[in-house]
Structure formats: C-alpha cells, structure tokens
C-alpha cells in the first residue's frame, strides 16, 4: 500500500519554517523552554508541528495582504506591470530597486504582446498574465521552475514579516521584559533579515512573472496539420 506524505515543498517553506521561527522567538520572550528542550515525546513533536503550520498559514495570509497588497500592489506596482514598464512607484523607489523595475526586453515584449492578442487576451496586465499562464502550464519543465519560484517567494515573503515580528517581540522583552543585550542584538539581527528577505521576495516574485511571460513569448507554435 503506498503512502504519501500529507504535505507539499510549499507547505514546509512557507508555512512550517516561518511558524518555527515565530514559535522560538516567542518561547524564548516568555522563558518557557518548550521548544528547546533535550527530549521530546511523539505528542509533544505532534502537537508543536501543529502550533507551527497553524502559525505558519496565519503568518501567510497576513505577509500576503501586507506585501503583496499593500507593498507591491499599491506601492511598487505588480510583476505583471512593472515587467511592462508600468508602475506609479517614486523615482527615488525605483533607484533603489532598481532590478525589480527592469522591464522585460522589447523583443520579448512584443512577442507577449501579439500572442496574447491572438488568443483573444484583453489588454489589462492581468488578463495577459492569465493566457499566457494557461499556455505554458501543461508544460512540465516550466511547471517545475514555476513552483520553485513559487515556493522561494512564499519562503521569503513569510520569513521577513516573522523577522519584523521576531524584532518587534525582542525588544519589546529588552525594553520592557527584562531582557539582556542579547535580546537587542537579536532585534537588530532580526530586523537585517527581515530587510534581507524582503528584498529576496521582491527578486523571486519578480523571476515568477517573468519565467511565465518568457516561456510563452518564446514558446514554439504548435505545427499545424498538412
């Protein structure tokens, strides 16, 4: 009988690693021990993998709504966009990120541009994103790359907000907790990750628009029957 495992790569990246993350953090705050314990019964393992993937798919709707509905969505402006050389983002914004801006080559461009007219797209980013996401998904080896960039923007996205949460928690325990210097060291550790990470989600959400518009620029034309 063959049994699978219950869970996906997205769940561990995204979910299980930012709740551990959060879980620690807030074990240490409170000096409960429970997860840095010698020994664990098969209960306790259960039970703490379940506080963590509940945490960790809080964490996600809340980075999802925070990053890309706020930050990229009304901010920065959407990979389907700026990937065309539309954003509203300031000038100052732009030079600072500016690998986020690049637009896709004119080339590939006009390909998106033109297939997607052919297929009857409308004109908005997103009803090109569509169509060409429908026709390059059955195809296994974009697919594979897809879910990749998938699971590492994820990753990345529910990592950062768990380290400016993990910042906000450490030095509230040094401010007001009785923490020591290393709670504040943690809160400047936590807050370079959460800027890193970031940074890392804004690349990786970037590469996922951009692999699903390049594969179908270039994509070859089905033959046609003689």
């Keep these: 009988m063959e049994t699978k495992i219950p869970f996906t790569s997205y769940d561990f990246w995204a979910y299980l690693s930012a709740g551990f993350l959060l879980l620690v953090t807030a074990d240490y705050v409170a000096g409960s021990k429970l997860l840095t314990r010698d020994t664990w019964t098969v209960v306790q393992g259960v039970v703490a993998f379940s506080c963590a993937y509940v945490a960790g798919h809080v964490i996600a709707s809340l980075s999802s709504f925070l990053f890309e509905r706020l ?7 959407t990979p389907k966009d700026v990937l065309f050389g539309a954003t509203k983002a300031p000038r100052f914004i732009k030079f600072l990120l500016s690998g986020y801006f690049q637009p896709l080559p004119d080339e590939t461009t006009n ?20 169509v060409a996401f429908t026709s390059i998904k059955t195809t296994p080896a974009v697919l594979a790359r ?4 998938l699971n590492m923007y994820g990753f990345c996205r529910n990592v950062a907000l768990v380290s400016f949460l993990d910042a906000a928690l450490l030095y509230w325990f040094w401010r007001w907790g009785g923490g020591t210097a290393e709670a504040l060291t943690g809160v400047y550790v936590a807050l370079a990750l959460g800027v890193g990470m970031t940074l890392r989600y804004l690349k990786f959400f970037r590469q996922y628009a951009s692999e699903v518009f390049n594969s179908f620029a270039y994509a070859k034309e089905p033959e046609k029957a003689k």
């Design 71 to 77: 930050l990229v969505g009304k901010l920065l402006g």
């Design 111 to 130: 390909l998106v541009h033109s297939k997607a007219a052919s297929m009857n797209a409308g004109a908005s980013s997103e009803s090109r994103f569509q």
């Design 146 to 149: 897809l879910d990749n960039f």
